[in-house]
């Protein structure tokens, strides 16, 4: 059988379907513990695709940001009357590396999992958005010159702008899946825009 004409994607929030798998088993559930009967379902409902959403490593940074912004946490609330600290991971493209985040089971999960997938017929999907970093990403402090630096002046007019700790400022993105992520340059940002310099390989 051939590749289908229209594939059909199948998209799963993978910290929040593990959070919600964790409480079933009463321990913090990796890649590993994915049920094989939900992963059944995916290609009996007709679809080609999956993509596991937010899987790369994050560190402590994003998640202090959203755990710090007060109108961050009433939205949460609303959504979720019973929110705790735990609820708040911060945001999962507010990467710090492109490997598989421990608490997920780490890289060797995922390639178990990707063959589970496999041998279901299904293909995996990732998110890769190389130049969007956390802002306690190394880059930030070892190699500030791939960010886009600014002035005082530049600090003030634009909308997105932060500061790693060595005071070398970044621009950041203003929207992330739809949620601002920074407010008129205030410090409140959850990751960070890189670009490579001109001339480096």
Known sequence: ??????????????????TELSRILGRRATLDDIPDTELDRIPAMGFDWVWFLSVWRTGTAGQRVSRENQEWRREFAQTLPDLSE??????????????????????????????????????????????HTALDHPWVEDLPE??????????????????????????CCWLMAGTPTSRA?????????????????
């Open 146 to 171: 791939y960010y886009v630096a600014g002035t005082e002046l530049d600090l003030a007019r634009e909308r997105g702008t932060t500061r790693g700790s060595s005071g070398q400022r970044a621009t």
């Open 1 to 18: 059988m051939g590749e289908p004409l229209y594939p059909s994607l199948y998209q799963i929030n993978t910290r929040v379907w593990l």
């Open 185 to 201: 340059g205030r410090i409140r940002c959850s990751s960070t825009t890189a670009t490579r310099p001109r001339g480096r390989r």
């Open 86 to 131: 735990e609820d708040i991971a911060g945001s999962g493209f507010a990467i710090t590396g492109y490997t598989v985040h421990p608490a997920l089971g780490g890289d060797a999960a995922l390639a178990r999992l990707r063959e589970r997938l496999r041998a279901r017929g299904l293909r995996l999907m990732l998110d890769f958005v190389p130049n």
